[in-house]
């Protein structure tokens, strides 16, 4: 006597391939977008910290401007704030996907921008940008600003 044959069919094959490209088709977007927010979340924290590092600079000399300016209005340029943090996100190594930068510095001010590289040139929420007074702020983008600077 034969057994029953142990196997599937051709239909049952196909069904199983389409639902698995629907899940796919679902599934890929969703986590690209996770992992883009997870990369625009460490360019936020590296630029606080940036603007942390910006305070305290300030704080030691009564000026966000380097010691190469002399403090005077009109003299300060974004390079006059030496080595103070890191460049790029991530902080600690590995392949950039923003660029830190002191983007304008004054005595009294300063306007910092992660610029988008790598893996995030394409990123819909554009460059991050945060100020002295806190504001924080996209460039570049076709997102708003409450979708990218999430609390």
Do not use: H
Request: glycine share 10%; aromatic share 8%.
């Amino acid at each position: 006597m034969r057994g029953k044959n142990q196997g599937f069919t051709l239909v049952e094959l196909m069904i199983t391939v389409a639902i698995i490209g629907i899940l796919a088709t679902i599934a890929i977007p969703s986590y690209k977008e996770y992992i883009a927010r997870s990369k625009r979340s460490d360019a936020q924290l590296a630029l606080v910290g940036l603007a942390q590092a910006m305070e305290r600079f300030n704080a030691n000399n009564g000026t966000y401007c380097g010691s190469d300016s002399g403090g005077t209005v009109g003299t300060c340029v974004a390079d006059d704030v030496p080595g103070m943090f890191a460049q790029a996100v991530p902080t600690d190594g590995g392949t950039a996907y923003y660029n830190l930068r002191i983007f304008t510095v004054a005595v009294n001010d300063y306007a910092l921008r992660a610029v988008r590289t790598g893996s995030m040139t394409s990123d819909k929420c554009g460059d991050l940008t945060l100020t002295a007074s806190g504001v924080r702020g996209i460039v570049n983008n076709t997102a708003t600003v409450t979708e990218c600077w999430r609390k």
